[in-house]
C-alpha cells in the first residue's frame, strides 16, 4: 500500500488502528513492516501497538486529546477533572487526561502528552455521554454529575468537607441535585452517600 492510499482510507481521519489495513488477503506482517517504515520516515506516529496517528502535514483535523484517550482504550471515558474542566466546573488547568475503564489502570506517554487510566467496577461503567469534538471526531464522556462521583469514588478520604471546598466548584447550575442523588444511589456505599450530603450543603450554601 502507498502513503496515498492510507489517506484516502482514512479520509480525514486523524488517528487509526493497525486493523482497519489487515481486511482481505494482505500480510500481517507486511503491513507492519510499512507501518514501521511510514512511523521512521516521520509519516505517523505510533501511540500503541496497533494505534497511528498521522503526522503534520497530513492532519487535516485537530487531534483532541479526548479523541486520543478513547482510542487508547475503547472500554473508556473521560471523567474526572478533566470532564469537570470541560464543563468549567473546576478553574484549573488539567493537563492530564483522565479517564475511567473497566479493564486495567495505565498510564500512557505519548507525543501528544500523559493520559490516566483509572478502574472501575463493570457496574458501574455508566453516565457517560457522547459528544462532538473537532471536524468529525467524537468522544464519550462522563456527565458532569458522574465525573464529581467518580472523581470521589476514586479518591481516598473524599468524604469530608475539606475536600469538596478543595474542588472549588463554579458554574454550580450545571449539577442536576436530583440526577446527582439518583447516580450516587447507584454506587452503593455509605461513603459516597455521606460526600454527596455534603456536596449538596455546600452547594445550597453558595447560592445562599
Known amino acids: 500500500m502507498k502513503f496515498e492510499e492510507l ?6 481521519e486523524p488517528l487509526f488502528s493497525s486493523s482497519l489495513l489487515l481486511a482481505g488477503n494482505i500480510s500481517p506482517n507486511l ?6 517504515r511510514w512511523v521512521a520516515k516521520g509519516k505517523l506516529i505510533q501511540l500503541r501497538r496497533s494505534l497511528y496517528a498521522l503526522s503534520d502535514p497530513y492532519l487535516k483535523t485537530e487531534l483532541h486529546p479526548f479523541l486520543i484517550a478513547n482510542m487508547l482504550k475503547k472500554a473508556s471515558y473521560i471523567s ?3 470532564a469537570l474542566a470541560h464543563y468549567n466546573m473546576i478553574p484549573e488547568y488539567v493537563p492530564v487526561t483522565t479517564s475511567v475503564t473497566t479493564g486495567r489502570p495505565e498510564e500512557i506517554n505519548t507525543e501528544f502528552g500523559k493520559y490516566i487510566f483509572r478502574h472501575i467496577k463493570k457496574n458501574l461503567f455508566w453516565g457517560y455521554t457522547e459528544i462532538e469534538l473537532v471536524g468529525r471526531s467524537k468522544a464519550f464522556i462522563a456527565t ?3 465525573a464529581l462521583l467518580d472523581l470521589i469514588y476514586l479518591t481516598p478520604d473524599s468524604d469530608n468537607m475539606d475536600f469538596i471546598y478543595e474542588l472549588r466548584l463554579q458554574n454550580e447550575e450545571k449539577i442536576n441535585i436530583n440526577t446527582l442523588i439518583e447516580y450516587s444511589k447507584k454506587f452503593g456505599t455509605p461513603k459516597m452517600q455521606r460526600a454527596v450530603s455534603l456536596l449538596i450543603d455546600t452547594l445550597k450554601i453558595n447560592k445562599i
Open 144 to 146: 458532569v454529575e458522574k
Open 7 to 12: 489517506l484516502q482510507l482514512l479520509n480525514g
Open 80 to 82: 474526572m477533572q478533566s
Open 31 to 36: 503491513i507492519q513492516k510499512q507501518l514501521s
